[in-house]
């Protein structure tokens, strides 16, 4: 059977403005970076500011700049394909959807995290059991895969609950930059650190790594809601607009959720894998052993409603990383068997099955072999280094295809903000073993992986004109 032609697709496009906003903040903001950017203390505002000025507004400049052109299902796969054509189109998609793989991967690793935060010290054993972590990963992505084969019917309201979990811990967070829940006048909460300063940093090799990061992966992913234009209604003009609402709370949860963890963890002591469930957990902890602790509850059921937000976040991966094999199919190069769509829910049941199970296959991957901390940043940094390429690539666009002049300016310095950050994400900023190992397997497992990538593409083009 020949592949379904994009413009006779039956996706459905239960997509609007308000549902994209939403999902936007939920695919950019990340909770572990902010974990990352107290590790600067109280100068993570300037890096803040220098990110969003160098990063996070030239991405939503070439958002605009690329679906203004291009609002076709596939976002950024669709846009390079138009611009360089299909083999570039399918690389970029390629090292998406390994970054996605990589990413969703450690959701029994940051799930297990914040249990032990959420139901107490008699749950701390749950960050180092192999078997919890992999039967949560088993569950969570079967959670996941249901939610994605009945489509954005239902996937939409998932986002918008993970959306409205994030927002309201995020004012909790707020609220724990004034009031500590168990301090009193004989005993005032005396923080680590100043949560906020407004001077310069001091500028080492680390600092830099640590800004590069916080840039990077924090600040990247306006583009992502772009993947399903096809299931949006007047595509061009939401995206658009969604990426520049989002924007500005995007950057203002990030600061205040960084904020918030100085006040009560040390800087070199942030848990990376769950600092917000560390700060709930270290904020509302230490009351009364008598009667029953509100605080407490509150603090620990913020935790566990974030994991929930957690589930809700990676479903929206899954989903889009599902639509690239669609699309890729559409072009010739994957087999058309993964663009069958469901007759009734629309959603290309197939490649969503390829998808989650490639993800626990990552997800048991990433559990084996190092310290929790280690193979938390050895998935982060593998899968990074591949977005940077995809990155790379959409900053490219606009230097080819006849952009002004200020948008090629806005280009060229996420260009190179995204180049930093793929040279720094060989650094590790948290013991490991070996750093020399610890590169060779980034650099390594990203060259083998592209030159699959490669294979795939010779193998479903060959023969072909």
């Known amino acids: 059977m020949d592949p379904v032609a994009p413009a006779n697709h039956e996706l459905k496009r239960e997509l609007r403005l308000w549902d994209l906003v939403p999902m936007q903040i939920l695919l950019v903001v990340g909770i572990t970076w902010a974990g990352i950017a107290a590790r600067q203390g109280g100068t993570h505002v300037f890096f803040w500011v220098v990110a969003v000025l160098t990063l996070f507004i030239p991405t939503a400049a070439v958002v605009m700049f690329c679906v203004r052109l291009w609002p076709e299902e596939g976002g950024v796969y669709s846009w390079t394909r138009n611009a360089f054509g299909p083999f570039a189109g399918f690389m970029s998609g390629w090292n998406f959807a390994l970054w996605a793989l990589l990413t969703v991967s450690n959701i029994g690793i940051i799930t297990a995290t914040s249990l032990s935060y959420g139901l107490g010290p008699s749950a701390a054993w749950m960050t180092d059991s192999h078997a ?11 959670l996941i895969l249901i939610i994605n084969l009945f489509g954005f019917g239902i996937g939409k309201w998932v986002s918008h609950f993970g959306t409205a979990v994030m927002v309201l811990v995020t004012f909790l967070l707020i609220l724990l930059l004034f009031f500590h829940p168990h301090a009193t006048a004989a005993h005032p909460h005396v923080s680590p650190q100043k949560p906020f300063l407004f001077g310069l940093p001091l500028l080492t090799l680390l600092s830099l790594n640590l800004f590069s990061k916080i840039s990077f992966n924090a600040l990247t992913g306006l583009e992502q809601v772009a993947v399903f234009a096809g299931e949006t209604k007047d595509p061009a003009r939401a995206i658009l ?8 709370l995007i950057v203002l949860i990030y600061v205040l959720m960084t904020g918030s963890i100085l006040t009560y963890i040390p800087m070199d002591q942030v848990d990376l894998t769950g600092p917000v469930p560390q700060i709930l957990s270290a904020a509302f902890s230490g009351g009364s052993s008598s009667g029953l602790d509100v605080g407490l509850l509150l603090g620990r059921g913020a935790i566990l409603a974030l994991a929930v937000a957690l589930v809700a976040q990676y479903a929206v991966i899954v989903a889009e990383t599902s639509r690239l094999p669609l699309v890729a199919g559409w072009d010739g190069i994957l087999p058309a068997w993964f663009t069958r769509l469901h007759p009734r829910w629309g959603t290309p049941t197939r490649a969503i099955v390829v998808i989650v199970g490639a993800s626990m296959v990552a997800a048991l991957l990433a559990t084996s072999g190092a310290g929790k901390q280690e193979a938390f940043q050895l998935i982060v940094t593998s899968g990074n280094l591949l977005y940077g390429v995809y990155y790379l690539m959409m900053f490219a666009i606009p230097l080819f295809v006849g952009a002004r002049f200020w948008m090629k300016v806005a280009a060229v310095s996420g260009f190179l903000v995204s180049l930093l950050a793929m040279g720094f994400n060989l650094v590790p900023i948290v013991a490991v073993a070996n750093a ?9 497992a990203a060259l083998f992986l592209n030159l699959v990538g490669m294979g795939v593409y010779w193998r479903g083009t060959r023969g072909r004109g």
């Open 132 to 142: 919890l972590v992999v039967w949560l990963s088993a569950g969570l992505f079967g």
């Open 241 to 248: 607009r969604s990426a520049w609402i989002a924007a500005p």
């Open 436 to 444: 020399w190992v610890f590169a060779g397997k980034v650099v390594g």
